[in-house]
């Protein structure tokens, strides 16, 4: 049923009701990852690579075994050498082998913090003792950090068995280069020749960290008989079972992964790097393995998010009309295949209704650590460059850059560059929206500029469960698959809530674990609301047909008699007013004697997410002296479809705003000569802090996307697309001075206004 | 190596532990007293998510060492409500949406808790800078600073804005 045109008023959805999980989380109560303990459980730590590129000779553990307390020691001979074999298991495709291989090193160690051997031991201190003796005997190798290095033909080469994917015929050598992937559409040297106004850039920025507050975190235990439980924080518990399967060549049901609360993903926990070597120890050893990350770990092994070098030039008519785009994108995969170029190709101009489009882009190893999700993976690098450069064309037309974007931006019917055509999107709802804000025409002062800038991203749909069981007193639980990352339970309560006709506080939410709930795709992608709220709906609906069904029953009418509202069973049309009506709660007490429980799971595999666009407004002060950019206001404008929950739907607004000002202003990974890396804690690796920051404006604007029942789309990845270009083109602004390089940290900045000076 | 008998007070319970003379306090409270709502998110003193509050000041538990719990009165964030009646920074950061993994949560409540105590009527720059020992990856801190301001006015008894 889809209730944006049936029932325009809503009783639940759209209201802002206290998270269910809330008070837990407030009180300290809530437990995620590392809270978890197990009787007899050992403590378990990774010795990992002082080196960015070095072949292992030898890792004799011997004396670490000795040690009193130590009882397991894992290497990668633990693990089965598992062949190549790609699945879309997280939230991009994956390579069990790299998997594995990023798990535990074997053969070479690829970057400085890379896992080469394990301990689990009866105390901390005796594992942290227990890795000092284990000893490793390395052949360091020449490494190789920077992109564009990493793809020269005498760089040194990560992989022997990589070969350039994409190309017409397969090369004749390996290189760091994992995949070519190309986009055309039209004839872009055509549409350069016909252009009035060109502009052009290349553009820069480094690997940024998901940064989540918590690390990496897993308890586990495993039967003699093979049976295993995973209690960890991750972004999806299927995803962990299944990774661990794979990885260990155990069956599936053998495994039962049960989700913690989850203290920050942004897509950094879309895969494993704890729980398949906690399972092997816990399988030596025989007892419950704990393994927690340090902050340090999660810098140098986990995450992050590609950087890249970006290259845009866009050509224009003189009255704005976009004639030809063109795009060269590198990404730094880290050390294994699978950057997010495939989604950077698409997103960067996906905004835009573009005639002629040629967009190439290289997928590139080198000496990092393996490169996770990050919120709209991909799309904040490519649109940092071509947001830039519409800026840029904009000032060269004298247009405003929101009328650019009207002019050229897409509406239904428009036809990507990468193939799909666009329908019941909003982005021109969401630039009016962002035009006719106050903030676009408030007054700025010295040193103070505004920029802006937009962002899109797909969103996703995908395999989803959810379950309604309606409980003896009338309140309802509700079972979902997908850990919640930013009030998820809440939005999935409130939908059951909305169909049953009850409050949201009779209905009360949990995430399953994998042998109680029904496959579930992962936590990401923007999906959980989308998907994973299309099966609770679908889940509360039939629920509803049963109780109709029973109250039919009871009145000895037919159940097509029966109509439900505002929780309760009315009898309808000629039985209209023949018999009290029933609540949810008389219904339920009767359940015994009508047929037994009331309950439905729905497993679905939702298609039709979709897409979101937001425009953002930012305006900044640069200090002349310093170089320092101070963010003064920021309004960020959001077709969302229709929020369910608003104030988590601005949350998610604002927390992606206060990232992408982060990867703006400090983010980023600096890495010594030797390829070490120089801020692995967040004394170096800034995040923005409260008094970093304004207040972040969110401003929802509602398109509904129809195929949702509510009418949602994803929200939590769009926002963070649009906050690099928003603040380099209000720095522009400020200051007359385009940044190309990321972040634009008061050094840099000064830098860059010093040589203007000198100009 | 023996460990040391610390005396202490925490949320107003006498508590007694046993402690090596390098565990940290966040590990006490942690791994030996079960109190795990202080979490541990840097070991370094940079994200605050180990906030609790010593003898009136606001810490980093990951910066004080379990011995030095000596004869101290700590608060934790399980001890910032008042029975089942949560204090108003958690009622108020519950009404604002002030959090979404929840996990520097309890951090933040300690660290609230810490401001308005020593500020009742702090503006909102002071409350920024006062909670910029307190790092929060998925809100941008919007919500957080409504949450806080909002407690602060309900605590000095105005009329909520």
Redesign the interface.
């Known amino acids: 049923m889809n209730y944006i045109a049936s029932k325009p008023e809503l009783k639940v959805v759209g209201t802002r009701p206290v998270r269910p999980d809330g008070v837990d989380k407030v009180t300290g109560r809530a437990q995620f990852g590392a809270d978890m303990a197990l009787p007899g459980m050992l403590w378990a730590k990774v010795k990992r690579s002082p080196h960015a590129h070095a072949r292992i000779v030898s890792i004799d553990t011997s004396k670490a075994l000795q040690l009193p307390g130590v009882r397991a020691v894992a290497t990668a001979e633990d693990f089965p050498d598992i062949p190549s074999e790609e699945a879309f298991v997280g939230e991009g495709p994956m390579n069990f082998r790299d998997l594995s291989r990023n798990c535990m090193a074997r053969g070479k160690a690829l970057y400085e913090g890379h896992a080469v051997a394990a301990v689990a031991a009866i105390s901390q201190a005796i594992a942290d003792a227990a890795l000092d003796l284990i000893e490793v005997e390395y052949e360091v190798l020449p490494h190789v950090i920077d992109v564009e290095a990493a793809m020269r033909p005498d760089a040194p080469l990560l992989h022997d068995d990589l070969f350039t994917q994409g190309l017409a015929e397969k090369p004749a050598k390996p290189s760091n280069v994992a995949k070519r992937v190309a986009f055309k559409k039209g004839d872009v040297e055509a549409g350069f020749r016909e252009a009035e106004v060109v502009v052009e850039g290349r553009y820069t920025t480094q690997p940024v960290h998901q940064a989540y507050i918590e690390p990496h975190a897993c308890v586990v235990s495993v039967a003699a008989d093979g049976q295993a439980q995973i209690y960890s924080s991750s972004q999806g518990q299927f995803m962990v079972r299944a990774y661990c399967a794979k990885l260990l060549g155990w069956d599936l049901s053998n495994i039962r992964a049960v989700p913690l609360e989850i203290g920050g993903g942004f897509g950094g926990k879309t895969l494993v790097y704890l729980e398949p070597v906690a399972l092997v120890l816990a399988k030596k050893s025989g007892r419950p393995v704990k393994m927690v990350m340090t902050r340090e770990e999660v810098f140098r092994a986990t995450g992050p998010t590609s950087g890249g070098v970006i290259e845009v030039k866009i050509g224009a008519k003189r009255d704005g009309t976009i004639v030809a785009a063109q795009q060269v994108l590198k990404y730094q995969a880290g050390a294994f295949p699978g950057s997010p170029i495939g989604p950077g190709c698409m997103c960067g101009f996906a905004m835009y209704d573009l005639p002629n489009v040629d967009v190439v882009g290289y997928d590139v190893v080198s000496n990092r650590p393996k490169v996770a999700a990050y919120r709209a993976p991909g799309a904040p690098l490519s649109s940092w460059a071509v947001e830039c450069a519409m800026d840029d064309l904009a000032l060269k037309l004298g247009m405003d850059p929101i009328a650019l974007r009207e002019k050229n931006g897409v509406r239904d019917g428009s036809k990507t560059h990468y193939g799909p055509s666009f329908r019941d999107i909003g982005f021109l709802e969401t630039l009016a929206a962002a035009k006719n804000h106050p903030h676009y025409r408030a007054l700025l002062g010295p040193n103070q500029g505004r920029g802006v800038a937009c962002g899109f991203w797909f969103n996703i749909g995908g395999e989803s469960s959810g379950a309604v069981h309606i409980n003896e007193d009338g309140t309802a639980s509700v079972v979902s698959g997908n850990p919640d990352i930013g009030g998820s339970r809440a939005s999935m309560a409130m939908m059951a809530a909305e169909v049953l006709g009850i409050p949201v506080e009779k209905v009360r939410p949990i995430v399953g674990d994998t042998s109680s709930i029904g496959f579930s795709h992962l936590t990401g992608g923007s999906r959980v609301t989308f998907a994973t709220g299309m099966a609770v709906t679908q889940a509360a609906e039939r629920v509803v047909e049963q109780l109709k069904a029973r109250a039919a029953q009871i009145w000895e009418i037919p159940a097509e008699a029966v109509e439900w509202r505002d929780g309760a069973a009315y009898p309808a049309g000629s039985n209209a007013g023949a018999f009290e009506p029933l609540t949810l709660a008389q219904i339920a007490e009767k359940a015994a004697r009508t047929g037994g429980p009331i309950s439905s799971e729905v497993s679905l595999n939702a298609q039709g997410a979709g897409p979101g666009f937001g425009a953002h407004i930012c305006d900044v002060e640069v200090d002349p002296e310093t170089g320092r950019t101070t963010i003064l206001r920021y309004t960020a404008v959001q077709d969302v479809g229709k929020a369910i929950h608003p104030s988590y739907v601005e949350g998610q607004i604002q927390g992606g705003v206060a990232q992408g000002v982060g990867w703006a202003l400090n983010e980023e990974y600096i890495y010594d000569a030797q390829g070490r890396l120089e801020n692995p804690g967040f004394l170096d690796y800034r995040v923005p802090v409260a008094s970093d920051l304004p207040r972040i404006e969110a401003v929802m604007v509602e398109v509904p996307n129809p195929r949702h029942p509510f009418g949602a789309r994803g929200v939590g990845e769009v926002p963070i697309v649009p906050p690099m270009a928003a603040v380099g083109n209000a720095i522009r602004a400020a200051t007359g001075i385009r940044m190309y390089d990321l972040p634009m940290s008061p050094p840099r900045m000064r830098v860059a206004l010093d040589s203007a000076k000198a100009s | 190596m023996s460990k040391h008998h610390v005396t202490t007070t925490i949320n107003g319970e006498p508590v007694e532990f046993l402690c ?1 003379a390098q565990e940290t306090m966040l590990d006490v409270l ?1 791994n030996t007293l079960n ?10 003193g ?2 605050g ?1 180990c906030s609790v509050i010593c003898d009136g000041k606001l810490i980093c538990s990951c910066l004080m060492l379990g011995v030095e719990a000596e004869g101290r009165a700590i608060t ?3 001890g ?2 008042d029975g089942e009646e ?1 204090h108003p920074v ?1 009622r108020k ?5 002030a ?8 951090g933040l ?1 300690v660290a609230s808790k810490a401001l308005l105590d020593e500020n009742p009527n702090p503006t909102e ?1 002071e ?3 006062w ?15 409504a949450a806080v301001m909002d407690a602060a006015a309900e605590m000095r008894g105005e009329t909520r804005a």
């Open positions: 090596e942690r109190l795990t709502g202080s979490k541990e998110g840097c070991a370094s940079d994200c998510a934790t964030v399980e910032v409500a949560l958690q950061f519950l009404e604002h949406a959090l979404q993994c929840g996990f520097c949560t309890p409540i720059e409350a920024r800078y909670l910029a020992g307190n790092l929060c990856r998925c809100t941008g801190y919007d919500k957080i600073l």
